[in-house]
């Protein structure tokens, strides 16, 4: 039996080349636990490839035959070889964070093989601290950033004593713990038409106010307000065709710091990531002689209490849409640049909060088709682009965790640049830490690590500005 592929994961597995590898990763940093042997890396791998029952999710590949009709389906891999998607690496000397950042980058780099479950994990071993790395990569047509997130945490415990904690593949993360990833039952394709249709005559109600949704987006697109579409984005470096190879920089700062900024300021620290990023991508262009006179544009996906819909969200709670954000990096004073980030931001979420659910995915939709449309036409260059950069912030764990006794030390997401967006900069809080995970084309984002020491400065003009430094 197979299970059809939802349209969200089917557009992201459709729109995946050599260029554009469509997978999300995660690195995380681990402290050897008290009394580790020099065989401790060796033992964390083992535990982590001796999987008694495999999760559903993790035995997922795409396939598609005559049965099929042609169209993709999840099919489970009757020829699943776990070897091929736990692995062991080792970094060579002298085992920086600079080597293993490296490392990343080329790993972050290579497609998924289709003909296997999605996803690969690499315990590294090697670092001059004596610290064990785990950099995992998942296709973005099985989980999303904030999923993979919850995948593990589900894994980690609070407490350092715990042992007989497993792999976020485990079917069994804990032990004598039931499954906590089940995936949808099986499904006869000659059902999915059936359920196609019911779900489109429930649709029609929420349907009809889309006219005067789109009409509203349109309206502040063309005024150059802040809403789901942009049409104000100047042309930059990072706006144009990309390889498929990557550079990976990664740093943390201390929550406490963006918190103190945003109380001085009054605003949020959602807020002051975007003016963080702002200022160091601002500085970073001049740097290269490539600052427009006008405004980066961010799209910036939001989480929101939108309207309730029981046909797009039968469990009522949050909707995700997107935000074209002005970064207001045409102004050098970080005060003044914070203060339009968060006016723009505040009317953007206002202008998604008065659509259903529904309304929101199809507005964001229509934010994003310029971005997909121009390198699917071949038209960079041609056309301006939708927005700039993608900027997003993903909600990890508030207080430290442990796997088997092991200290997450620290957690850094790693995204995917598409044609036209060369730059991807995601962040995640931990224990009182944000950090900041940069993902860019090899070739297309020149020294994309110095956006590290542009960030950094930027906190500290944010800090003077503010009046806590």
Not at 141 to 165: H, I, K, N
Not at 166 to 195: I, K, M, T
């Amino acid at each position: 039996m197979v299970t059809p592929i939802d349209p969200t994961s089917l557009a992201f597995l459709m729109a995946e080349n050599r260029s554009m590898p469509m997978h999300v990763g995660g690195l995380q940093l681990f402290e050897n636990p008290e009394g580790a042997g020099p065989d401790y890396t060796r033992q964390m791998y083992e535990c982590m490839r001796d999987v008694d029952e495999m999760s559903p999710l993790f035995l997922k590949r795409p396939y598609r035959s005559l049965r099929t009709a042609g169209q993709l389906v999840w099919k489970q891999d009757d020829q699943f070889d776990v070897d091929h998607h736990v692995r062991h690496s080792a970094l060579p000397q002298p085992g920086r964070i600079r080597e293993l950042l490296d490392l990343c980058g080329r790993l972050h780099g290579t497609r998924l093989a289709r003909e296997r479950p999605l996803w690969e994990a690499h315990v590294i071993e090697g670092l001059h601290d004596d610290r064990v790395a785990l950099y995992t990569k998942v296709h973005h047509a099985l989980v999303d950033g904030v999923s993979a997130m919850r995948l593990l945490q589900s894994v980690l415990s609070d407490d350092p004593d715990e042992r007989g904690m497993r792999a976020p593949w485990d079917a069994h993360p804990r032990s004598g713990a039931e499954p906590r990833v089940r995936d949808r039952s099986p499904v006869d394709l000659a059902e999915v038409p059936v359920q196609a249709l019911r779900s489109a005559l429930g649709l029609t109600a929420e349907a009809a106010g889309l006219p005067a949704a789109v009409v509203r987006t349109l309206t502040k697109g063309l005024r150059n307000e802040t809403s789901a579409l942009s049409l104000y984005a100047p042309r930059t470096i990072f706006n144009q065709r990309i390889t498929g190879s990557r550079r990976f920089a990664a740093q943390d700062w201390p929550i406490a710091r963006l918190r103190a900024i945003g109380k001085a300021t009054g605003t949020t620290i959602n807020d002051v990531v975007l003016a963080m990023c702002s200022g160091a991508l601002r500085a970073y262009l001049r740097e290269l002689d490539a600052l427009p006179d006008s405004s980066l544009v961010a799209m910036v996906p939001v989480g929101l209490n939108a309207k309730q819909s029981h046909i797009a969200n039968p469990d009522g709670g949050n909707a995700v849409g997107a935000v074209m954000v002005q970064l207001a990096t045409n102004h050098e004073d970080p005060a003044r640049r914070l203060d339009l980030i968060h006016g723009s931001m505040r009317d953007g979420k206002e202008a998604l909060s008065s659509m259903t659910p529904m309304q929101i995915v199809a507005m964001s939709a229509l934010g994003q088709a310029p971005a997909i449309l121009t390198p699917a036409l071949r038209l960079q260059g041609l056309l301006r682009p939708p927005y700039n950069v993608i900027i997003s912030n993903v909600p990890g764990p508030r207080s430290t965790r442990y796997w088997n006794g092991a200290r997450l030390d620290g957690t850094y997401p790693l995204s995917i640049p598409i044609d036209g967006m060369a730059l991807n900069i995601t962040c995640t809080s931990y224990d009182d830490k944000m950090a900041f995970g940069v993902t860019g084309c090899r070739r297309t984002v020149p020294h994309l690590q110095r956006l590290l020491v542009h960030l950094d400065d930027e906190v500290a003009a944010l800090e003077k500005a503010a009046g806590v430094a």
